[in-house]
């Protein structure tokens, strides 16, 4: 049965005096509604509960994860902020952050350094290559750009 307007308005009242004292997890436990209800309850009463960030501090949060970004990969930044991946790159995007790429062929040296003699002594396949170090076969062009970059005689293939 529905409430009555009157009780739904008892309940917001108590549900944002809840949220004074009380986080909002806490209030969708105590009253069993969703974090939507809640906070729109404690918005109708004028209420910031104590776990909410404010506009001006939801701002400097995307400005702190955009310039995170600059250097770190997006899911780095996921992971530091405690955020969605969906999320940083909303941020990177409003403040024209292009965020760094994860370089897989970052591995271990060992892994390099097979990868290096490969490319520079057989005349085996990047798609073979990228199996047997298990990146994709986009990533071992790129390394094999990079050594020749550096002046390595990386055979064509």
Not at 6 to 14: C, G, L, V
Not at 63 to 88: I, M, N, P, W, Y
Not at 112 to 139: C, I, K, P
Request: with cysteine; hydrophobic share 35%; proline share 3%.
């Amino acid at each position: 049965m529905p409430l009555s307007s009157e009780d739904a308005a008892k309940r917001q009242r108590r549900i944002a005096t809840f949220c004074r004292e009380g986080t909002v997890d806490e209030a969708t436990w105590e009253f069993g509604l969703s974090r939507a209800t809640i906070l729109r309850a404690c918005r109708a009463h004028g209420i910031t509960p104590q776990d909410t960030l404010s506009h001006d501090e939801r701002r400097r949060r995307r400005q702190r994860v955009a310039k995170f970004c600059r250097d770190h990969t997006v899911e780095d930044a996921a992971v530091e902020f405690g955020l969605s991946a969906g999320t940083v790159r909303a941020a990177c995007t409003e403040h024209g952050v292009v965020p760094a790429k994860a370089d897989v062929t970052n591995g271990p040296s060992r892994n390099r350094l097979e990868l290096v003699a490969d490319l520079l002594y057989t005349n085996t396949a990047y798609s073979t290559l990228a199996r047997q170090q298990g990146v994709t076969r986009q990533a071992v062009e790129k390394f094999a750009s990079k050594c020749l970059a550096a002046g390595l005689k990386v055979r064509q293939r």
